[in-house]
């Protein structure tokens, strides 16, 4: 298993996260239910299997199913703590709402502290970004860190809108968790060096001081869409491993990411996806393979 360095958190993770959501959404992706016995103990299995081979970061929300999510991976978790970097999320924005949350994401993740707190977020539009900035989500993160109940403060967002921005120049977050895959690049410009990847961790180009946040990708396999794109497009369609390589290896390529989130529910997909982290010779040139211009020396 590769790792890298979590931001200014220190925490070394690995570079693959075990998602939470394909366990605790009914149907997402293909047909599921979590609350079945047997679709639980398989999960479980494959948490295991996961930290038995080193994966460490645990990527849930209370919204994966009204907390079935959270429970399922706690029955691992609680043993095993030691063993995990454990991130959840927070959907409201109010501050009692909040610290109830917390407390209930504790107990269904069986431990007294979480590592990760993070505002589930989508596109960060005014009322959003005043809520946790002036209404009171933010000051009551910050109180859980004070109590011990959460470690590092966090948010997740669809897009790299304004409001993503305003929250990285607050430096009160200490993780950024992004859409970011093959089909959705906007949070990286390589060309033009911006985006909130730039913002959060990368050293600024007008010379102010870097976040150094660590970097979370969502959705990095792109949830099936460039999947089923590829299955529309050409007959027959490409081998689905080589594409799953080629989606992951391109999030891994990127030097600005951390941990790159991928839903899984089976050990064989756990140890599928830890091989193609462990194949390093599969990274892509990301700036290389975006620059737009030819070699003025290269014939044609």
Known sequence: MQYRTLGRTGLRVSEIGFGGAVVGIPNYIEPWDPHNSDSQAQVVRALHCALDLGLNYLDTAEGYGEGISEEILGRVIGPRRCECVVATKVTSREPTAIRTACEA?????????????????????????????????????????????????????????????????????????????????????????????????????????????????????????????????????????????????????????????????????????IAVADDLGGRLDLPGLHHRFADRGATR
């Open 105 to 273: 994401s504790l107990r269904r993740l069986q431990t007294d502290v979480i590592d990760v707190y993070q505002f589930h977020g989508g596109w960060y539009d005014p009322d959003d970004v005043a809520a946790i900035l002036e209404r009171g989500g933010l000051e009551t993160m910050l109180a859980l860190r004070q109590e011990g109940k959460i470690r590092f403060l966090g948010f997740t967002a669809e897009a790299p809108t304004g409001g993503v921005s305003q929250l990285i120049a607050t430096g009160a977050f200490d993780v950024l968790q992004i859409r970011y895959n093959l089909m959705y690049q906007h949070a990286c410009d390589f060309v033009n060096e911006r985006g909130v990847m730039f913002e959060a961790e990368a050293p600024d180009p007008k010379g102010r001081q870097a976040q150094g946040m660590g970097i979370v990708t969502m959705r990095s396999l792109t949830s099936g869409t460039f999947q089923k794109l590829m299955a529309a497009a050409f007959d027959p369609p490409p081998d689905r491993e080589q594409v799953h390589r080629l989606l992951l290896q391109y999030v891994l390529s990127n030097p600005f990411v951390d941990v790159a989130i991928v839903g899984m529910r089976q050990p064989e997909e756990v140890e599928g996806n």
